[in-house]
C-alpha cells in the first residue's frame, strides 16, 4: 500500500532531481529527505506517538478535543487527494485488528478507534494509511523509530519507476514562479538614511 501513491511529495522530489540529469542514487535521496518529514513519511510515527500518549479509551476523548481546542494538528488524518476516506484504511484497519488477536492486545486498537470516532464526529476527518499502519508496525514489534524507513523500503519501488519515466522522456522540471511581495522600491544611499 505504501510502494507507489502518484505525485505525492517524495515522488516528486525524485523527478525533480531526475530532470536535472542527476544520477538514480541522489534522486532516491531527494526523495527519502522528503519522506522524512513529520507532515509526510513522518505521520505514521507521529499517530502511534498519540495512540500511546493515552493510558485507556476512557481518556482519550477529553485528551483529542484539548488537542482540538489548541488547534493541534492530528496526524494520521484527512488526505490532500482523499476528500471522503482513504480507500486503503479498511485494508490496513483490519490487519491491525487480525493483529490485535494475534497479540491478545487491543487496547491500543480500542483507543485508535476512539480517536478515529471522535476526529471524525468533530470535524469529519478520517484516518489516513498511516495511522493504523503505525498500530500494524507496532504490532509487529517495529519501533517507532523504523516506520519511516520501512516506509521508504516500501516506496522504493514507486519511486524507481517514476525515476525510469521521468529519464525515458526526460525534460528538466522547472515549475514557475509569481512574485507577489512588496514593489520596487528606490534605493537609498547609505548616507541619507535615518
Do not use: C
Amino acid at each position: 500500500m505504501y510502494a507507489e501513491h502518484e505525485f505525492n511529495t517524495s515522488t516528486f522530489a525524485a523527478r525533480v532531481a531526475t530532470s536535472t540529469g542527476t544520477d538514480f542514487y541522489s534522486a532516491i535521496v531527494a526523495a527519502i529527505a522528503t519522506l522524512r518529514g513529520p507532515l509526510h513519511g513522518g505521520a505514521n510515527e507521529a499517530a502511534m506517538k498519540l495512540i500511546n500518549s493515552f493510558k485507556n479509551v476512557e481518556s482519550v476523548e477529553k485528551g483529542i478535543h484539548e488537542l482540538l481546542a489548541k488547534k493541534s494538528l492530528v496526524m494520521g488524518f484527512g488526505h490532500r487527494v482523499y476528500k471522503e476516506s482513504d480507500p486503503r484504511t479498511p485494508i490496513i484497519k483490519s490487519l491491525a485488528l487480525r493483529l490485535t488477536h494475534t497479540h491478545h492486545e487491543d487496547s491500543k486498537f480500542l483507543i485508535a478507534e476512539k480517536i478515529e470516532e471522535i476526529l471524525w464526529k468533530e470535524k469529519q476527518l478520517f484516518p489516513n494509511l498511516d495511522f493504523y499502519s503505525a498500530l500494524v508496525f507496532h504490532y509487529l514489534g517495529i519501533p517507532a523509530s523504523f516506520f519511516t524507513p520501512i516506509f521508504v523500503i516500501s516506496r522504493l519501488s514507486g519511486w524507481s519507476a517514476h525515476i525510469m519515466e521521468q529519464r525515458a522522456h526526460n525534460r528538466l522540471i522547472r515549475p514557475n514562479a509569481k512574485y507577489i511581495g512588496p514593489a520596487i522600491k528606490d534605493y537609498v544611499l547609505l548616507k541619507d538614511r535615518e
